[in-house]
């Protein structure tokens, strides 16, 4: 079987959460891809869509540590269901500020920063409830099926969001988003609770300071922190889609996201050897290399046909470096930890992208397109290789040592002794 679904079968609440998030996050790709659009519509400018990714940078850093702390300790229920609603209410105000006759940039970098600081919010307590209502040793399957929900909505809406906003406009992308956030807000209300851990920590900036030391204390998790932060930081094409689809063609706006997503799915729906599979820190660095390798084949691509089948090969090393960074995090990770060990995994796998575009929009404005690409896949490859190399307990990490570890970990915080 080329797909484990088992924990869909053996969890009613992953179900909820998964369906459900499966038809919420077909609209909101479609506002991913579109408001980078719509500001370069509106200024013809790389580097303000580079700064969209700023705008959601700060607040998402700031948010993703009290988030994290929030979800070890209150009802990760309640936390869900009101960062839902928030991210439906900013799409709400892009909606409204689409249909102005002179639409506000200001608005754009809000409603980014209001729906990437409740994500913030959200999904530590997501990644922690997740870990109580699934066996640990299905973790591998959770992120590859995770991983299948995100590609679906990231082939598809994309493509059609693009499409959507260069004829209809934006207001329709936004309209579509809208009505999708159903699907999430039944999950969330229909869930079971889950109460917090034994001996939770109450939030605090001692407890987050405690999930710090005991991320830094630990090469595997600083491995996948780091890796995944050069990788992204280096080689995140997203702020040069609007550039690439005026040299390329409008429509095809919406391609490239897909194209990576294409990628993703691919290597989800063949990932059940990832379970056979215990040296994850090898398999991390090994697959964002290749991402990095791909980002430099799409930025000397001429032809679009190239282009595309470049960045699906990213994409699908991508997901491989996602499975097991997934599997390391929610096999060895304690739970009662787990909500704000999510937040430092958050900052660490979104701050690469988002600074990582910035980065790309502005050297991209000075040097072009092409020279980002290029530049920015030679230096992932080194990046990724150099912190590897410093890491050497990443490399030789097995995944059967780490649920042992969390095991132990666990025993003794119910006996109040860590």
């Not at 009505?179 to 605090?204: H, K, L, M, Q, W």
Request: with cysteine.
């Amino acid at each position: 079987m080329l797909l484990d679904l088992s924990p869909l079968k053996v969890s009613r609440d992953y179900r909820l959460l998964f369906f459900g998030q499966l038809i919420s996050f077909f609209g909101s790709m479609m506002t991913v891809i579109v408001v980078p659009w719509q500001m370069y519509q509106l200024t013809g400018s790389s580097a303000m869509v580079g700064y969209i990714y700023l705008a959601e940078f700060f607040p998402m850093l700031i948010l993703a540590l009290i988030g994290g702390a929030m979800a070890d300790y209150f009802d990760k229920r309640r936390l869900l269901r009101w960062t839902e609603l928030g991210q439906g209410a900013a799409s709400v105000f892009l909606l409204i500020n689409s249909l102005l006759a002179e639409p506000h940039i200001w608005v754009l970098f809000v409603c980014v920063a209001i729906h990437a600081g409740l994500a913030a919010i959200q999904r530590p307590a997501f990644e922690a409830f997740i870990q109580k209502v699934v066996p640990p040793e299905l973790m591998t399957s959770v992120m590859a099926l995770n991983s299948i929900r995100w590609s679906l909505g990231a082939i598809i809406s994309p493509a059609i969001g693009g499409l959507v906003a260069a004829t209809l406009g934006a207001a329709w992308a936004y309209a579509i988003d809208l009505v999708t956030f159903v699907g999430t807000i039944y999950a969330v209300y229909a869930i079971s609770a889950v109460p917090s851990p034994e001996n939770a920590d109450r939030p605090s900036i001692s407890s987050i300071i405690k999930a710090w030391k005991y991320a830094v204390s630990r090469q595997e998790l600083l491995g996948t922190y780091f890796i995944d932060m050069a990788a992204m930081f280096f080689a995140m094409p997203q702020a040069l889609y609007p550039a690439l689809a005026a040299y390329f063609g409008e429509g095809y706006v919406g391609f490239f996201p897909a194209a990576i997503a294409i990628g993703a799915l691919t290597a989800s729906l063949t990932s059940a050897w990832t379970k056979k599979v215990q040296r994850h820190g090898l398999m991390v660095t090994v697959a964002a290399v290749l991402w990095g390798v791909g980002i430099i084949g799409f930025g000397m691509a001429d032809g679009i046909v190239l282009a595309l089948v470049c960045l699906g090969t990213a994409g699908f090393f991508d997901m491989i470096s996602g499975i097991f960074r997934g599997s390391i995090w929610n096999q060895t990770i304690p739970n009662h930890m787990r909500g704000r060990m999510a937040s430092i995994e958050m900052i660490s796998y979104l701050s690469g992208p988002m600074l990582g575009s910035a980065k790309m929009g502005i050297v991209a404005e000075k040097f072009g397109v092409k020279a980002a690409l290029v530049s920015g896949g030679i230096l992932c490859v080194l990046s990724v290789l150099g912190a590897a190399f410093f890491l050497p307990k990443f490399l030789k990490y097995d995944g059967r040592d780490g649920i042992k570890n969390r095991e132990i970990e666990e025993a003794l915080h119910s006996r109040g002794m860590d």
